[in-house]
Nanobody, 115 residues
Framework: QVQLVESGGGLVQPGGSLNLSCAESGSIVDIYVWAWSRQPPGKERELVAHINVGGSTNYADSVKGRFTFSRDNAKNTMYLQMHSLKPEDTAVYFC?????????WGRGTQVTVSS
């Protein structure tokens, strides 16, 4: 089992920045893919970014150049740095981690981009 807890969400004005964190615990050594996803109000969840154990990172086209996904192995924590935020980035953001047999997700943190 893997436990994930997000933090850092909040209200930010358009053009602003926000940094999300996700603390990992449990069977961390079994994880081979880490991810962030989001669910905008009234819409389906979408994958924002993912990184594999080799370090290769991929981003959704909608966030490329604005979001940066990173991990600190020593702290067992993943981060999502978000810049130039737009109202359409408003969503509940979830961190995730996959082992060979299962994908785990946190409970999410709300990000609201509004003036």
């Amino acid at each position: 089992q893997v436990q994930l807890v997000e933090s850092g969400g909040g209200l930010v004005q358009p053009g602003g920045s926000l940094n999300l964190s996700c603390a990992e615990s449990g069977s961390i050594v079994d994880i081979y893919v880490w991810a962030w996803s989001r669910q905008p109000p009234g819409k389906e969840r979408e994958l924002v970014a993912h990184i594999n154990v080799g370090g290769s990172t991929n981003y959704a086209d909608s966030v490329k150049g604005r979001f940066t996904f990173s991990r600190d192995n020593a702290k067992n924590t993943m981060y999502l740095q978000m810049h130039s935020l737009k109202p359409e980035d408003t969503a509940v953001y979830f961190c995730g981690a996959s082992t060979a047999t299962k994908t785990f997700w946190g409970r999410g943190t709300q990000v609201t981009v509004s003036s």
